[in-house]
């Protein structure tokens, strides 16, 4: 698990270094339930330096730092920052081959505080809707996990905003579907 203080001080050297990212991932949940560890990565929408073409930049970041540099599945760069104690897998994504994230997701992302420093997420509604758009098995049991808080009154979720966020894909019946099954709606 990534506690907050760990993500805050990855993200704080991504952003001192000229990165610009939005927070796409599980810690979208995490940090909207208040736990005090923010998942097990850190997923991030890359505006620049572009994952694809900029690698370099991100071995040279690595390399300074003392981290690993690897791929996601995707083949995008993932690092595994070191702070402190831990160890902190961020993966960077971007619009490429079945990897889609609605631009209308990060242009309404919100500001929030971690630790005191101030990051770009993505809506709760728009991540489930991600999640459901992606339907691999992973994705279904964390939709599933998701509903249980939603039943346990720990997660709100506004319906409408998530309908919305759904809209935005050409597949909704089908993502309909998965967050019915999820009991999600």
């Known amino acids: 698990m ?14 001192d270094r000229g990165f610009r990212f939005t927070v796409i991932g599980g810690s979208v949940i995490e940090y909207t339930i208040g736990s005090k560890d923010l998942g097990d990565d850190i ?25 690993a540099l ?12 070191r702070i402190g104690d831990e160890e902190v897998p961020v993966e960077f994504y971007e619009n490429i081959h079945d990897f889609y994230i609605p631009p209308t997701f990060i242009e309404r992302s919100v500001r929030v505080d971690v630790e005191g420093i101030r990051v770009r997420m993505i809506q709760l509604e728009d991540h489930i809707a991600l999640k459901a758009s992606s339907g691999r098995g992973i994705d279904m049991e964390r939709l599933k996990e998701i509903g249980r808080l939603i039943k346990r009154g720990k997660l709100v979720v506004n319906r409408e905003k998530l309908l919305e966020a759904v809209s935005e894909f050409e597949d909704r019946e089908v993502i309909i579907r998965r967050l019915k099954e999820t009991s999600i709606i």
């Not at 990534?2 to 991504?14: H, Y």
């Not at 997923?43 to 040279?60: K, M, T």
């Open 70 to 81: 690897g791929y996601t599945w995707l083949g995008t760069p993932r690092i595994i920052a």
């Open 43 to 67: 997923d991030l929408f890359v505006e620049s330096p572009s994952a694809v073409f900029e690698e370099s930049y991100y071995r040279i970041v690595a390399e300074e730092n003392g981290w």
């Open 2 to 15: 990534v506690s907050r203080r760990a993500f805050a001080e990855t993200l704080r050297i991504l952003l």
